[in-house]
């Protein structure tokens, strides 16, 4: 490890993520050129100049994904892979900023700005550990294949494409680089998006029997899914690293608009969106199992009324065993670099670690520096001595893991 620490040049890799967080890249589908492709095109470059061989394609409009690798001085051997996203969420309202979002400043050790922790950080230290690796002779056996895809933060368009091209096929592990606040986490939630409909006829308010309510049949539908979370809970419990499932209703419009949107009409149409966080041992498809029984239930009351559910993305929860051999790998580089046993975690959003393990079957852990509870925040921040470390921390799982393996 020392051969290779000192190949790790800590000022390029903060002045490069400055740059990198400088670049905006969240996705605005309505606004030209709000989207990765600054962002891909720095990555890209950097890994150009390294000579470790890109290759860059849209999955759709200005928005790259990028695949390299590295392989090992000592032969074959078994693949690792690295994972970051470039994309970053909108800042929300500059004034709720202390600092510019994408002025990446630097005060007391911290760098703020949107993507700081998530994951602009990560990417950066996954980046510049392969970098040090690649000065120092690549001195393992095997591949380290980083994967940099857009879209983390929507459909996770860019992992799914990286998957179905066969691009994780085959890899032993993979670390996800994602903010953990120094926890090896070995278990994600996963996340369930459905959209409800209600379909109804206009009519109006003081006569109602001559139309049907949209929005009183989600009403009655919303009720009824109110139940799903308490029954989850009951079955399932907390989980010891995720904790509690949730079932949140996020989004309900009726009327959407059009002529119907006056206070003496009943709406014609309304929707709702669900967003379902669950743990390990729950069946995302008995929850829509569940709500398809509740709106049969509901057209009992009115058999006018018309309802469907329908998925808008369904993401499964993950877990692996604190023995694996990525994550005692991990354990062992923390150690290394931190001088203390890191504590086993959970992340309680979703990554596209997801995909990887769901589409791909590739274990996943997920290790990277920054806050786990800052991102999406004002005022988003990494500590510069988290990106250096984590680095490191890289490097040594790294070189433990594919040489133990090997």
């Known amino acids: 490890m020392t051969q290779v620490a000192q190949h790790l040049d800590i000022s390029s890799m903060i002045s490069w993520l400055r740059d990198f967080v400088r670049i905006p890249s969240v996705y605005l589908p309505t606004v030209a050129g709000a989207n990765e492709a600054g962002a891909a095109q720095f990555v890209f470059d950097t890994l150009v100049e390294w000579q470790l061989n890109p290759i860059m394609w849209e999955v759709a409009p200005g928005r790259p994904n990028i695949v390299a690798e ?33 002025g990446a400043e630097i005060v007391d050790g911290k760098m703020y700005g949107r993507g700081t922790a998530d994951m602009k950080g990560g990417v950066a230290a996954m980046l510049f550990a392969v970098r040090a690796l690649q000065l120092a002779g690549a001195p393992f ?22 998957v179905a091209k066969g691009y994780a096929n085959g890899a032993a592990a993979a670390i996800i680089c994602e903010p953990e606040q120094h926890e090896v986490c070995i278990a994600q939630k996963g996340a369930l998006r459905l959209k409800l409909e209600s379909f109804g006829r206009v009519a109006h308010g003081a006569m109602p029997e001559e139309g049907v309510n949209a929005l009183s049949a989600m009403i009655h539908l919303l009720n009824r899914v109110m139940t799903i979370e308490a029954t989850l ?73 018309a309802l469907r559910v329908s998925i808008v993305d369904d993401r499964p929860s993950t877990e692996i065993s604190a023995t694996h051999p990525l994550v005692q790998s991990l354990q062992y580089a923390h150690e290394r670099v931190y001088g203390e046993r890191p504590p086993y975690g959970g992340v ?59």
């Open 348 to 406: 309680p959003g979703s990554t596209d670690g997801t995909i990887i393990m769901r589409d791909a079957g590739v274990p996943v852990v997920v290790y990277g520096p920054g806050g786990k509870r800052i991102p999406h925040q004002p005022n988003e921040y990494v500590e510069i001595n988290e990106v250096k470390h984590a680095a490191e921390v890289y490097i040594h799982a790294a070189l433990h893991f594919l040489n133990t393996e090997s």
């Open 70 to 102: 590295l392989r090992g001085a000592y032969g074959a051997g078994q693949t690792l892979l690295m994972e970051g996203h470039t994309d970053v969420v909108t800042p929300g309202d500059y004034a709720a900023w202390q600092y510019d979002p994408f």
């Open 233 to 305: 809970r009951h079955t399932f419990g907390e989980h010891p690293l995720l904790g509690k499932i949730y079932v949140s209703p996020t989004v309900a419009r009726a009327p959407i608009s059009g002529d119907a949107s006056q206070i003496n009409v009943l709406p014609d149409y309304c929707d709702a969106y669900l967003d379902i966080r669950t743990i390990p041992g729950v069946v995302h498809g008995e929850i829509v199992t569940r709500i398809e029984y509740f709106i049969n239930e509901v057209k009992q009351l009115d058999p006018k009324y």
């Open 141 to 162: 056996a095997g591949t380290i294949r980083l994967l940099i895809p857009v879209d983390e933060e929507g459909l996770m368009i860019g992992i799914k494409d990286i």
